[in-house]
């Protein structure tokens, strides 16, 4: 589970997920974190084809990155929205 946490956080940093102090399109939000997540599939898939000892199962493979994928979606969505109503407020 270290590897796909490792490489998960290293594909989503290198897509800039993690800066939070731009506004990106929703559309373009979605897309860029589902290209980081296939980049991530494959090079987790990579990693367990060269040490058959990391290999996971396909339903495994899949739930992680679906959730994964769902809570980065969430929370940034979430957090562009309230950025929205704060910088509305502070203007007042």
Do not use: N
Not at 62 to 90: E, F, N, P
């Amino acid at each position: 589970m270290a590897v796909v946490a490792v490489v998960t956080l290293l594909v989503l940093y290198l897509a800039d997920l993690y800066r939070v102090d731009f506004r990106v399109p929703w559309v373009d939000l979605a897309a860029r974190l589902f290209l980081a997540l296939a980049a991530g599939a494959t090079a987790t898939a990579a990693i367990g084809f060269m040490l058959p000892v990391l290999r996971l199962g396909r339903l495994a493979f899949i739930h992680i990155l679906g959730v994964i994928a769902l809570g980065v979606l969430t929370s940034r969505l979430t957090w562009t929205a309230l950025g929205k109503r704060r910088s509305d407020s502070s203007r007042s």
